[in-house]
């Protein structure tokens, strides 16, 4: 999207005020634990989940003893946050303007979020800003060739495109290339595959055919690259 077509900063805040006022939004739990672990969190430090939501991932970082904070665009999303996580230090705020100071969190999350923004950039200078030196920031996005997605055209000759109001996707070194041009390193980058609604809506047949090929297929033999999503550990560039 050029910037002349993207939806205005108000307009992009009240779609996510009136999805979490219908549906919500949120991930697996089994997604939350999983980032937590991968953070090797020490308690004690401070963690900053930039695009919260509903505050799923702060509740499990509390868990872990970490000092949680969260950022949402959504008042109604902090309204949650707050309900899940009371303990958390919440906000309501722009990812791409965060109101923290230079190198304040010892980790810095962000899942299925910074593809949503209206200046992607933005977010992700802000992000590198308030990581602490010596700390690590965990950046999930989507992967433009996810394998289901592939089979879905070949079987329907088309796919979703998501229904959020910004929708971006990219390829795993497409992501790289985007993080390490706005202050980080990329450490490691680990696959992230989900249970999806591949056919939905057909017949008990097709139904157990998608079990079977997200047994066999999605979940042990897709490759890589075309996984549904890729999660990156990052630090801080030396030389910002």
Known sequence: MSDSTLPSPEAVRAFYDRTYQSQGLADPAYLYRWIVQLLHPTPGRTILDV?????????YAQQAQLIPSGIDISSEAITRAKVRC?????????GEALPFPDGTFDFVTSLGSLEHYRQIGAGLNEMARVLKPDGIACI?????????????????????????????????????????????????????????????????????????????????????????????????????
């Not at 695009?51 to 509740?59: D, K, P, Q, V, Y």
């Not at 009371?86 to 722009?94: D, F, I």
Request: proline content about 5%.
């Open 51 to 59: 695009a919260c939501g509903e505050g799923h991932l702060l509740s």
């Open 86 to 94: 009371p303990e958390a230090k919440l906000y309501v705020g722009n």
């Open 140 to 240: 999930m996005v989507p992967n433009a060739f996810w394998l289901g997605d592939v089979l879905e055209v070949l079987w329907r000759g088309a796919c979703s495109s998501g229904f959020q109001i910004i929708e971006r996707h990219g390829t795993r070194q497409g992501w790289q290339h985007l993080l390490e041009a706005h202050g980080f390193v990329v450490q490691r980058t680990h696959r992230y595959n989900k249970p999806y609604p591949l056919f939905a809506g057909s017949s008990w047949k097709i139904k157990s055919l998608r079990k079977f090929l997200w047994r066999t297929v999605f979940n042990r033999l897709c490759p890589f690259n075309l996984s549904l999503e890729f999660v990156y550990l990052c630090r801080q560039r030396p030389e910002r």
